[in-house]
């Protein structure tokens, strides 16, 4: 919670300087999410959202730097139970064709879950996580944002497609 707050309170302070050049490299979003959680003992899915915020180099637009945190939601699979939350950091390289930005990323994530019903409860960890995805310029500062990510997180993995908006500052 703490992370989340940091984020939002950076977001925030984003919002408040005034529109000059450099705010047109700052972007903030919100995105539904889809996520899977697939390891040898447990398969799910649930729907569930996510905040991002990012920086886009002035002299070099391919390149930025992203964070956003992620609540993947609550997965059940035969008698278990599985909650999970993540604050993640990211490298990005991007590229433009007509409207659309196409985008890579990869980078870390810091994920904390609750489990019950299986052996080895409550946990949290760093691991690495990378997703790719386009977002369909609608005007200078609004995009539409699709994305698939992928988190490696200790032994499963956590396939996640995100649709949501994007503002450009």
Same mark, same amino acid.
């Given at each position: 919670?703490?992370?989340?707050?940091?984020? %939002?309170? %950076? =977001? &925030?302070?984003?919002?408040?300087? !005034?529109?000059?050049?450099?705010?047109?490299?700052?972007? &903030? @979003?919100?995105?539904?999410? $889809?996520?899977?959680?697939?390891?040898?003992?447990?398969?799910? $899915?649930?729907?569930?959202?996510?905040?991002?915020?990012?920086?886009?180099?002035?002299?070099?637009?391919?390149?930025?730097?992203? +964070?956003?945190? *992620?609540?993947?939601?609550?997965?059940?699979?035969?008698? =278990?139970?599985?909650?999970?939350?993540?604050?993640? *950091?990211?490298?990005?390289?991007?590229?433009? /064709?007509?409207?659309? #930005?196409?985008?890579?990323? =990869?980078?870390? =994530?810091?994920?904390?879950? $609750? &489990?019950? @019903?299986?052996?080895?409860? #409550?946990? !949290?960890?760093?691991?690495?996580?990378?997703?790719?995805? +386009? +977002?369909?310029? /609608?005007?200078?500062?609004?995009?539409?944002?699709?994305?698939?990510? *992928?988190?490696?997180?200790?032994?499963?993995? %956590?396939?996640? +497609?995100? /649709?949501?908006?994007?503002?450009?500052?």
């Amino acid at each position: 919670m703490k992370r989340l707050a940091l984020m %939002l309170l %950076l =977001a &925030v302070a984003a919002l408040g300087l !005034s529109s000059t050049t450099v705010m047109a490299d700052f972007n &903030v @979003g919100a995105s539904l999410t $889809d996520t899977e959680a697939d390891d040898s003992g447990f398969d799910a $899915d649930d729907n569930s959202w996510k905040l991002f915020g990012g920086w886009r180099s002035s002299d070099r637009k391919w390149f930025g730097i992203e +964070a956003q945190y *992620v609540d993947f939601g609550d997965f059940d699979d035969a008698g =278990a139970s599985l909650e999970a939350t993540s604050f993640d *950091v990211f490298a990005l390289a991007a590229f433009k /064709i007509w409207r659309f #930005d196409l985008f890579g990323k =990869a980078g870390l =994530a810091f994920w904390d879950s $609750d &489990v019950s @019903g299986i052996p080895g409860g #409550d946990d !949290s960890g760093t691991d690495f996580a990378y997703g790719v995805g +386009a +977002a369909f310029r /609608i005007g200078p500062r609004l995009h539409i944002r699709a994305e698939w990510e *992928v988190f490696e997180v200790d032994d499963a993995d %956590l396939d996640m +497609a995100s /649709i949501g908006i994007d503002l450009k500052f």
